[in-house]
């Protein structure tokens, strides 16, 4: 089957999946509002493109904290990969230093930050902060040692959000598998599913004195994702973060929370160009990428689409995953009469 779009990817992952990880991966929070209106929010912006600019040469290059990048797209950081496909993450890492770009690690993947690290990808380490904060510091230790580039913090998950999929049909671990970076910590008979370990491990106390001893105690540039106020925005900068991921978990936290698209020009005004800022949520189209960089941010991250792709096939579905936006991307540039990702002006976002 030839697949066009992301959208083909996504289907077709459905065959490839059990029920359970297919659910644990799609779902989202209380009537998944969210989870559609991030795709939603960016159907309706509309683009107002120049005419007779010469873009025969077009640069698709950015770079993110300094790192270049082929063009404008991060993975995100996904948990369970071994869900999709027994190479894991190691084939996403492979993929992404394959197509010039960064991925990010997530603490629940199931393949372990030393073993992913051998690939030679870009990597950032996604922390999911523990109430034991020795085992939070042994994590950022072991990220620095493995040769991670970044720490992204994940700030939006005090308490796993209200995902009915989950309670009729928890995802329990398959035998076999383990949550890779937790293997010293995780106990499946004391916790046999996610949101138990989840409910159990994460601090719901977490405060940005947190992020500042972070911030000050690890060698690494922090990003934290999962803001989407101005206010908190301004905090990040004050905190010393290096960058801010807009976004509200794709849908699975907060139903009905606004979308990270529709956060994001408000963020990016409150940060005033200090650090880098990125967004996720809902990105499928070369022209979502041209929307966000229209409207500010630095690069977009995708993560259930890298799934789609590591799910039908593999590495090479990553990649294929990956080209499909790069090719739409580069015709919305063209189309739009814009020359470089670097040079995306405010003004092609039509405000009629």
């Known amino acids: 089957m030839t697949y066009i779009n992301l959208n083909d990817y996504a289907k077709a992952a459905k065959e490839h999946l059990t029920p359970a990880a297919y659910e644990?991966?799609?779902?989202?929070?209380?009537?998944n509002l969210t989870v559609s209106e991030n795709q939603a929010a960016f159907q309706r912006i509309k683009l107002l493109p120049r005419m007779l600019v010469d873009v025969s040469n077009r640069d698709l290059q950015t770079s993110?904290?300094?790192?270049?990048?082929?063009f404008p797209v991060i993975v995100a950081p996904t948990a369970m990969a071994a869900l999709a496909h027994p190479d894991k993450e190691v084939a996403i890492a492979r993929a992404v230093a394959n197509v010039g770009?960064?991925?990010t690690l997530?603490?629940?993947s199931t393949t372990s930050m030393e073993e992913v690290s051998k690939i030679g990808a870009n990597m950032w380490f996604q922390l999911y902060v523990h109430k034991d904060r020795g085992m939070t510091k042994n994590l950022i230790e072991r990220a620095e040692a493995a040769g991670f580039s970044a720490l992204v913090v994940t700030v939006d998950l005090p308490v796993v959000g209200y995902r009915e999929a989950l309670m009729r049909q928890p995802l329990v671990?398959?035998?076999?598998?383990?949550?890779?970076?937790?293997?010293q910590y995780w106990n499946q008979d004391e916790y046999p599913s996610v949101n138990?370990?989840?409910a159990a491990q994460f601090d719901p106390s977490l405060t940005w004195a947190d992020i500042e001893d972070f911030v000050s105690s690890t060698t690494l540039p922090v990003l934290i994702k999962g803001i989407l106020r101005p206010d908190d925005a301004e905090r990040a900068v004050a905190s010393g973060a290096s960058g801010i991921i807009v976004s509200n978990h794709g849908g699975r936290q907060l139903d009905t929370v606004v979308t990270?698209?529709?956060?994001?020009p408000y963020v990016v005004e409150a940060v005033d160009d200090a650090i880098d800022v990125l967004m996720d949520g809902g990105v499928r189209r070369g022209t979502d990428i041209l929307k966000a960089l229209a409207l500010g941010a630095n690069a977009v991250l995708i993560g259930r689409p890298v799934l789609w792709g590591l799910a039908v096939d593999g590495q090479a579905g990553v990649e294929k995953v990956f080209a499909i936006l790069r090719k739409e991307y580069d015709i919305a540039l063209a189309n739009a009469g814009v020359q470089s990702s670097k040079s995306v002006p405010r003004d092609i976002i039509f405000k009629g």
């Open 64 to 70: 993110i904290l300094g790192h270049g990048i082929d």
């Open 101 to 103: 770009s960064i991925m």
């Open 196 to 198: 138990h370990y989840v």
């Open 24 to 31: 644990y991966y799609v779902g989202g929070a209380g009537d």
């Open 173 to 183: 671990v398959p035998d076999g598998m383990e949550l890779a970076n937790l293997a």
């Open 106 to 108: 997530s603490t629940m």
């Open 260 to 264: 990270g698209i529709e956060a994001l």
